[in-house]
């Protein structure tokens, strides 16, 4: 861990003590700095070795500098102006040895195997983490904190990529045709994407943080497929309707008669073939899908001219009807007029005989007077067709008197 962790760096100004061990050899600053750690000042100085508690607890990784003085008298006034030559000799070399030590340590990394540098905001998040443990006092491991910090950074990680991940997607031409393509596009944005995000991952539950930029790359994937399904249905239906719209204007003379629902029928059918032909680069089930739409929208059309070609087959049936019944009335009148007719021509010729029979009575009447006397008694003898009776009739004082029956 110690790649990332801080180190503990501390500058002893102006310093110029001896110090010197217990066996009288000089004591370097390093260890000096461990000695007055591990010192206690007692009763009444419990800060002061809480002080020294926080900095073994929390620095494992110490280092101590000492520099002397960079002047003497009256030149420390102008030290900021002097050239390097101008100061203390010794103050020089001690600077060169922090500058060195510095500019040796090696820049922080996320682990010693991926080397991947340490942002500034992880390296922020890290040392806020750690600064706030310092003031609760509480315990705090170097592995903890840097899995807090891998924790925020790997988090922030998972949404960035994610929102790489839709811009990428959102800048594909859409509508796809193929599925196929979408597919692929798709799967190869994923796929740069999550290698993108392990490469810049901490090395901290990288398995479920991956897991969920998948999971939400995933869900963002379906919604764009369901968005491109959304504009390929609606580029479809457009198709259906136009080739619907110029089968309506062509045939409307034809769909409007008794066989126009048969017509329509056939005429869609047709125009499903066309419109297949037409549409063949889109997949079949987003074209099938397609039709299974349009062919609820024009339910109210096939009910409209299902119902012109009611009426139009009851009206052909009402005048078939209509027809039938004058038929069947025009010969029903006929027989009684027949009927009529002869009863009308019998009873105008027994009138006529009627007619004729007293027509020739008083013809003869008229005959008779005109006869003398002998002629009209020879009339008087008529035989009868029934009986073959012979009447004999006597004329007495001018009227005619039946005298005797032979």
Not at 218 to 239: C, G, M, P, Y
Not at 260 to 288: A, H, P, T, W
Not at 356 to 384: D, H, P, Q, W
Request: glycine letters at 2%.
């Amino acid at each position: 861990m110690k790649v990332i962790t801080l180190i503990f760096i501390l500058c002893l100004r102006d310093f110029y003590l001896e110090v010197i061990d217990e066996d009288g050899t000089e004591m370097s600053p390093d260890k000096y700095f461990e000695d007055c750690l591990s010192m206690s000042d007692g009763q009444g100085k419990e800060k002061i070795d809480e002080t020294r508690e926080c900095i073994k607890k929390y620095f494992p990784r110490r280092k101590c500098f000492t520099l002397a003085q960079p002047a003497m008298g009256r030149k420390l006034a102008k030290v900021d102006a002097y050239e390097d030559n101008q100061l203390n000799d010794e103050f020089v070399s001690d600077c060169n040895s922090l500058q060195e030590y510095v500019y040796a340590c090696e820049h922080k990394v996320t682990d010693g195997v991926t080397k991947a540098p340490v942002q500034g905001n992880d390296f922020e998040s890290f040392t806020r983490t750690y600064v706030e443990a310092m003031r609760a006092g509480s315990m705090l491991s170097y592995e903890t904190a840097f899995d807090q910090v891998s924790k925020f950074h790997n988090s922030k990680l998972v949404v960035t990529s994610v929102h790489e991940f839709e811009t990428e997607l959102k800048r594909m031409d859409t509508p796809v045709k193929r599925k196929t393509d979408i597919e692929g596009k798709t799967f190869d944005i994923l796929t740069k994407k999550l290698k993108q995000l392990r490469e810049k991952m901490y090395p901290y539950k990288i398995n479920i943080f991956e897991d969920k930029a998948l999971n939400k790359m995933k869900t963002i994937a379906d919604e764009f497929r369901e968005q491109n399904s959304a504009l390929v249905l609606h580029i479809l239906l457009e198709a259906l309707e136009k080739l619907h719209e110029d089968i309506i204007k062509q045939n409307e003379i034809w769909f409007d008669s008794k066989e126009g629902l048969k017509l329509y029928s056939q005429s869609i059918d047709c125009m499903k073939v066309l419109f297949n032909s037409k549409m063949q680069d889109y997949d079949e089930d987003e074209r099938l899908k397609a039709i299974i739409n349009f062919e609820k929208s024009i339910d109210d059309e096939k009910v409209r001219i299902a119902f012109n070609a009611q009426l139009h087959e009851e009206k052909e049936r009402k005048e078939l009807l209509e027809k039938e019944l004058n038929k069947s009335v025009k010969l029903m009148f006929d027989k009684k007029f027949e009927k009529l007719e002869a009863e009308r021509t019998a009873h105008m010729e027994e009138k006529m005989r009627e007619f004729e029979r007293n027509y020739t009575e008083r013809a003869g009447e008229e005959a008779v007077k005109k006869k003398s006397f002998l002629e009209r008694f020879k009339l008087l003898f008529i035989r009868n067709n029934s009986s073959h009776t012979f009447i004999l009739l006597h004329i007495v004082d001018g009227r005619n008197i039946i005298v005797k029956l032979l």
